[in-house]
């Protein structure tokens, strides 16, 4: 087994305050604990699975209790809420009940069990919902030492082996949808480091290596191993979709228990081809469901897809400890994950596109309600995992600090070692203001290092530690701070705001993204209802499958040059986490929102807006993922 390079720290205690917390308290409170009661066929699709009528469901119904567990468990990590940890107890308890002998823990009847298929000769994705049951369990598990959780996991482990593992046939890759349904590949490489048994590690390998495995037509799955390392793109691979990520972040695992730098290389390279060729100026993952190479692909942004690319993007973390896979995972939670939430926690989207406007995944993907859950659907299940991964990240290790990833107001208690924790408690309006201040309050003076990130977008990073100034650090890594601290020493950070902008091409040539820090603005035309007056926009009807903006919103061409930018105030109810005023080229002021603000009234918003002066084909860079150019100095 080879330490990952930094890792979360077990036992850590969140105390959010400020939008974030406040969208996860509404997650909590409208959803995480509700959703099973106001949906109870999301457990009772189990109890009834061999008795005839037989319920109608979609292919992967078994993953909705999965999806669930997992992001509450992770939602739990973040808030410490009694009243979630105390039902998910419960959730837990009546999940295991319906387990059958075998193992078996999903929604189709006996003569089905794990072979993906169904009564009505349908392909399911009964493995892949099995997946998601084992990461619930193992996660619960995790968090709250439940032997039981943990030895349901196993059970299911111990009935893929007996199906899947060694010669028989069919294997596993030979059962239809494999970019889904070799998922446990990832699952197995956890609980084998958590029980030690061997042939959950064998059937892992034997995943992966029918990765490339052949049939009359081609591959039967992506080859995302070797072609990987042939130094193929993701969505060059045969089978791009996005469901394929928790299949492939078994490599990452198997990196971490092997050693191997085969499994370490092609995991990194397949992360480096996402982010050049997929991931949107929202933060967003994959156009349609699927990898395209083309980051500016108006097709839907699916909220599952988003999920599982930060998902993918923790284990790069741990895997590598560059601090531009965190400053892309705030990107997307600061965008695109907020944006793919009702303000109320009561709903969340299926498509969060560039352009366009937000439509509750009950009304965008209706087609997967059924009898008991009306609520239900792959996206309405997996969203709150979105804000539950920030607990997986905000504060982790490495085996010489104790690292920083998360600004916002708030604090985090960190246990070092045994005997002595710190809490840093940070006074901050982070994302914005750059401004950041730390109160480091350890349970006793002593020597320790911390790491801080210092984002690739703020260009002049200026660090004090109790008032006096240190060096300010490098763009895009760590500051490294080893030193004697004491209960009340002070960090003060002040991160570079200024403007800095993506010039579109393809589909948005001769537009650009916006962004101060790492917020995307975007117009909404709730801001700038004024510009209406006296003229008719021209109103078309939204293409929800392409993203396609179905509105003329009128805005005004701005200029890189002199663009300007002053905060502005929303007196009325649902104000913008953030709000400028910006000066366009014919002296007129448009107010510009943060994207996770945009369309949260149901107005049309735009994220690639007119933009002069900008220079073009700004290429793709490990330094400069955003391809961006900044535009002034800071204000």
């Not at 240190?470 to 030193?483: E, I, N």
């Amino acid at each position: 087994m080879v330490a990952y390079t930094c890792e979360r720290i077990p036992q850590t205690r969140f105390q959010l305050d400020g939008h974030i917390a406040d969208y996860v308290r509404g997650l909590v409170e409208q959803w995480l604990l509700v959703a099973p009661f106001a949906n109870p066929a999301m457990l009772e699709m189990l109890r009834d699975r061999d008795c005839p009528p037989y319920r109608d469901m979609v292919p992967w119904a078994g993953e909705f209790a999965g999806k669930y567990l997992t992001g509450a468990v992770q939602v739990l990590r973040l808030t410490g809420d009694l009243r979630l940890r105390a039902w998910l107890g419960q959730f837990v308890h009546r999940l295991l009940g319906f387990q059958a002998e075998d193992g078996y823990l999903g929604p189709w009847p006996k003569a089905h069990r794990l072979t993906n298929t169904s009564p009505t000769g349908k392909v399911t994705w009964d493995t892949w919902s099995h997946y998601h049951l084992m990461l619930g369990l193992w996660l619960w598990h995790q968090e709250t030492g439940d032997e039981h959780a943990l030895a349901g996991a196993a059970r299911i482990a111990d009935s893929l082996c007996r199906l899947y593992l060694g010669a028989r046939k069919p294997r596993l890759v030979d059962t239809g949808e494999t970019d889904k349904n070799l998922a446990p590949a990832h699952a197995l490489c956890l609980l084998y480091q958590a029980t030690g048994t061997q042939r959950y590690l064998d059937l892992a390998l034997q995943i992966v290596d029918e990765f490339a495995a052949l049939g009359e037509e081609g591959f039967l799955a992506g080859d995302y191993l070797r072609q990987a390392l042939a130094g193929k793109a993701f969505h060059e691979m045969p089978r791009p979709r996005w469901e394929s990520l928790h299949a492939i972040m078994a490599l990452s695992e198997l990196a971490h228990i092997t050693g191997s730098d085969t499994y370490r290389q092609a995991f990194a390279r397949l992360w480096w081809s996402m982010l050049e060729g997929d991931r949107h100026n929202n933060g967003g993952f994959t156009s349609g469901e699927r990898a395209t190479g083309n980051p500016y692909d108006p097709h839907p942004i699916e909220t599952c897809c988003t999920v599982a690319w930060l998902a993918m993007s923790v284990e790069m973390l741990k895997l590598t400890g560059n601090s531009i896979v965190a400053d892309e995972l705030e990107l997307s939670t600061l965008n695109s994950v907020v944006g793919m939430h009702s303000v109320t926690g009561r709903w969340a989207t299926y498509n969060t596109p560039m352009n366009g406007v937000r439509r509750a995944s009950a009304h965008s993907i209706v087609f997967q309600a059924r009898e008991g859950s009306p609520e239900l659907n792959c996206c309405s299940v997996n969203s709150p995992r979105g804000f539950g991964l920030i607990s997986e990240w905000a504060a982790m290790r490495d085996p010489q600090a104790l690292i920083l990833n998360w600004y916002g107001p708030g604090q985090i208690e960190v246990p070092l070692e045994p005997g002595l924790s710190v809490t840093l408690a940070q006074e901050t309006t982070y994302p914005v203001s750059g401004r950041v201040s730390i109160r480091v309050d350890p349970t006793t003076a002593t020597t320790w290092a911390m790491k801080l990130r210092i984002p690739h977008w703020s260009q002049q990073t200026r660090v004090w530690v109790n008032g006096e100034a240190v060096l300010s650090g490098t763009p895009g890594a760590y500051l490294c701070l080893r030193r004697r601290w004491s209960p009340g020493d002070v960090i003060q950070l002040e991160l570079d705001m200024s403007l800095h902008a993506w010039p579109g091409e393809r589909e948005c040539a001769g537009l650009a993204s916006i962004y101060r820090g790492p917020v995307l603005l975007a117009f909404d035309h709730r801001y700038n209802l004024q510009r209406a007056a006296g003229s008719e926009p021209k109103v078309r009807e939204v293409d929800e499958w392409t993203g396609r903006l179905g509105y003329d919103l009128r805005i005004p061409v701005l200029n890189a040059q002199h663009l300007g930018e002053r905060l502005a105030t929303w007196e009325d109810w649902l104000p913008p986490l953030l709000l400028l005023n910006a000066m366009a080229e014919n002296g007129e002021t448009v107010r510009l929102c943060d994207f996770g603000s945009a369309g949260q009234a149901g107005t049309p918003y735009q994220s690639w807006l007119p933009l002069q002066n900008l220079p073009h084909g700004i290429a793709f860079s490990p330094q400069q993922p955003l391809r961006s150019v900044h535009l002034s100095a800071k204000q």
